[in-house]
């Protein structure tokens, strides 16, 4: 199974994008689904997550700007990113944890221009 990630681009400071993450196939024993990113001379940090309880965590920094969902019919993740702000341009990256392995989109680039 591979997780492709898609919906980067540049968009201007308070722009909207969205985010998808779809995977080739059906994933089981999923402990946990996240978006991670990283920017220019950064670590790679977690942006959103959804546990297996459909516990949600969001960063500080994107709370109340950012929604991450799920449609498991459709095997995708999705982050809604709202009000954007140059500080948010980063790779963003898909990640799923299941009890055996760890499966990472390829990542998508966002450039948010002030």
């Known amino acids: 199974v591979q997780l492709q990630a898609s919906g980067g681009g540049l968009v201007q400071a308070g722009g909207t994008l969205r985010l998808s993450c779809a995977a080739s196939?059906?994933?089981?024993?999923?402990?946990?689904m996240a978006w991670y990113r990283q920017a220019p001379g950064k670590q790679r940090e977690l942006v959103a997550s959804?546990?297996?309880?459909?516990?949600?965590f969001y960063a500080d920094s994107v709370k109340g700007r950012f929604t991450m969902s799920r449609d498991n019919a459709k095997n995708t993740l999705y982050l809604q990113m709202n009000s954007l702000k140059p500080e948010d341009t980063a790779i963003y990256y898909c990640?799923?944890?299941?009890?055996?392995?760890?499966?990472w989109g390829q990542g998508t680039l966002v450039t948010v221009s002030s």
């Open positions: 990640n799923v944890e299941t009890i055996t392995r760890t499966y």
């Open positions: 196939g059906t994933i089981r024993s999923i402990i946990s």
């Open positions: 959804i546990s297996s309880g459909d516990g949600r």
